[in-house]
């Protein structure tokens, strides 16, 4: 009788602890995030933009739309001539030193390898039934962490896709592993068919 007594007393504690995570609905999709984190609302002009604040205060926007933005897209490099670094501030020059880039005389004329110090790298991995790419600063917590979708829907190169990136930008490495964890929860149940 005493260890029925304490199954169930056992089973009513753990019944009654608080979820770790909890799953938010953005009518367009569903994502399953830390309980800690909160919905955060912003207005968009051409597309669907809100967006989370994490427990750490860093804000994560989604833009679900015609136009919205491929970081890999623009090759950005960390390379800066003498004179633009010139004008960084100590703040600027301080977080760069944590990073690889590199300071030219001359950024046109200026010879190095754009690979060597390209601001990002990503993966190709699924969430729900899409292809997406997970984007990631190349030296960590420089830039923005994230995801990409390219077609939601609509097709050819000319035709109004709907489109879907989800960023936060000088994510730490917890903050980053708990984003990436919730962007492979998404559900985009009104997509997949």
């Known amino acids: 009788m005493k260890k029925i007594l304490s199954i169930i007393i056992l089973t009513l ?9 909890k799953t938010v609905d953005f009518k367009a999709f569903e994502i399953t995030v830390p309980s800690s984190w909160n919905k955060y609302k912003i207005k968009g002009i051409d597309s669907y933009v809100r967006g989370l ?50 300071v030219v005389d001359d950024f046109l004329t200026a010879k190095y390898n754009t690979k060597d110090y390209l601001k990002y790298e990503y993966e190709l991995d699924s969430i729900d ?52 964890k919730a962007l492979k929860s998404i559900k985009l149940t009104k997509y997949c068919e």
């Open 53 to 102: 604040i994490t427990d750490k205060n860093d804000t994560l926007i989604f833009d679900l739309g015609w136009y919205s933005g491929d970081l890999t897209r623009n090759n950005e490099v960390l390379v800066f001539d003498k004179s633009e670094y010139s004008e960084f501030t100590e703040k600027q020059k301080k977080q760069l030193e944590k990073v690889k880039y590199l």
């Open 129 to 180: 039934c899409f292809q997406a790419k997970f984007i990631k600063p190349k030296n960590k917590g420089f830039g923005a962490s994230g995801i990409y979708i390219d077609s939601l829907k609509g097709g050819g190169p000319n035709s109004n896709k709907t489109r879907l990136s989800f960023y936060g930008n000088s994510l730490s490495d917890s903050t980053q592993t708990e984003f990436f």
């Open 13 to 21: 504690i753990l019944a009654c602890q608080k979820s770790e995570y």
